[in-house]
């Protein structure tokens, strides 16, 4: 086994908010799709070839109403990620989407964890692909 090319150094939470929704059914199944979740990237460039990138996550039960979503949310956290100078393409693309990819996992547990604890379940953010999702300086 060898390190990944893209290490996610470190990270912290800037903002988790969860809130019940009045409106969600208990007895009605959910099913939290992807496209459920709103996601804004940005991304910064630091000292000694370091990559920030943050990213803010939202879902919105009043947008999907027919989702019986249990929880309005909204996450935001960020990262500090360094790309092995080996990599000789666009580094800052490859610890951007990597990036996201990793603090998105992060938050996917975060929210399992806490979620666990509130009356109207446990939500399991769904696997997505970062690629095309665009960035903003």
Request: neutral net charge.
């Amino acid at each position: 086994m060898k390190a990944s090319l893209v290490q996610l150094n470190n990270y912290v939470f800037l903002k988790t908010e969860i809130n019940l929704n009045p409106s969600f059914n208990l007895n009605k199944s959910f099913n939290l799709k992807a496209e459920y979740i709103d996601c804004q990237l940005q991304s910064a460039i630091g000292k000694d070839e370091q990559f920030f990138a943050e990213l803010k996550l939202s879902i919105d039960p009043g947008r999907h109403v027919e989702a019986n979503l249990p929880y309005k949310i909204e996450l935001a956290a960020v990262g500090q990620v360094s790309v092995d100078k080996s990599y000789d393409k666009d580094q800052e693309e490859l610890a951007v989407i990597n990036g996201a990819t990793l603090i998105y996992s992060a938050m996917r547990e975060h929210l399992l964890y806490l979620t666990s604890r509130y009356p109207n379940g446990t939500i399991l953010l769904p696997v997505v692909d970062f690629r095309g999702l665009k960035k903003s300086k």
